[in-house]
């Protein structure tokens, strides 16, 4: 009886395993609107589990698509950020500031060095309501250069669109790694991830 239940137990485990039939794509993945845009890659493809844009409205998933891009290069302006403090490097008086949440108690701090924290708030500002399309010459959503061209206008269309990719992805990951750590951190197991603890 029990070398049976194992028996039965070992075939329903390796099931699991089996091969499933392949699948055509829905009509309804076929038929999304979204499904070839510059985002819409391995291994997921378009990804919108919430339904956010499944009515194809455009001027919507273009206001989506600028905010995924402005919270991509936030999140890997915070994570070279919290890499480099982590590594030990500090600005000249800010030796004894920590990393991590530990950079917000200044209570310690001298005044000068506590003036840190309007130019934190005006970076938070500028990066509000300054990065953005004020000529309205945008060429894509999250296209900030506002007339200035910085060699973006010389390459050829497939280039920018590997590059717009490469940035997409590299901001997923960077928005995925900050959270990661800020979790962590709090969780108070850094070191088991191998990262140095504040």
């Given at each position: 009886?029990?070398?049976?239940?194992?028996?039965?137990?070992?075939?329903?485990?390796?099931?699991?395993?089996?091969?499933?039939?392949?699948?055509?794509?829905?009509?309804?993945?076929?038929?999304?609107?979204?499904?070839?845009?510059?985002?819409?890659?391995?291994?997921?493809?378009?990804?919108?589990?919430?339904?956010?844009?499944?009515?194809?409205?455009?001027?919507?998933?273009?206001?989506?698509?600028?905010?995924?891009?402005?919270?991509?290069?936030?999140?890997?302006?915070?994570?070279?950020?919290?890499?480099?403090?982590?590594?030990?490097?500090?600005?000249?008086?800010?030796?004894?500031?920590?990393?991590?949440?530990?950079?917000?108690?200044?209570?310690?701090?001298?005044?000068?060095?506590?003036?840190?924290?309007?130019?934190?708030?005006a970076t938070a500002f500028f990066l509000s309501f300054v990065m953005r399309d004020a000529t309205g010459e945008a060429e894509f959503p999250g296209d900030y250069r506002n007339?200035?061209?910085?060699?973006?206008?010389?390459?050829s269309a497939e280039w920018k669109e590997k590059k717009r990719a490469i940035e997409l992805n590299n901001g997923r990951a960077a928005q995925m790694g900050i959270l990661g750590?800020?979790?962590?951190?709090?969780?108070?197991?850094?070191?088991?991830?191998?990262?140095?603890?504040?």
């Amino acid at each position: 009886m029990l070398k049976s239940s194992v028996f039965a137990a070992l075939l329903a485990s390796a099931a699991a395993f089996a091969p499933a039939a392949q699948q055509g794509a829905s009509s309804a993945l076929a038929a999304d609107p979204f499904s070839n845009e510059i985002g819409a890659q391995a291994p997921l493809g378009y990804f919108d589990p919430m339904g956010l844009c499944k009515d194809g409205n455009k001027e919507y998933f273009d206001r989506l698509r600028e905010v995924e891009t402005r919270h991509g290069r936030c999140a890997m302006l915070a994570i070279t950020g919290w890499l480099t403090t982590a590594a030990g490097v500090r600005l000249p008086g800010m030796e004894d500031v920590g990393f991590g949440f530990k950079a917000l108690d200044m209570s310690a701090l001298p005044m000068e060095v506590r003036g840190t924290i309007p130019l934190t708030l005006a970076t938070a500002f500028f990066l509000s309501f300054v990065m953005r399309d004020a000529t309205g010459e945008a060429e894509f959503p999250g296209d900030y250069r506002n007339g200035f061209d910085f060699g973006w206008d010389k390459q050829s269309a497939e280039w920018k669109e590997k590059k717009r990719a490469i940035e997409l992805n590299n901001g997923r990951a960077a928005q995925m790694g900050i959270l990661g750590i800020m979790v962590h951190e709090q969780l108070g197991n850094l070191d088991q991830l191998g990262l140095p603890t504040p």
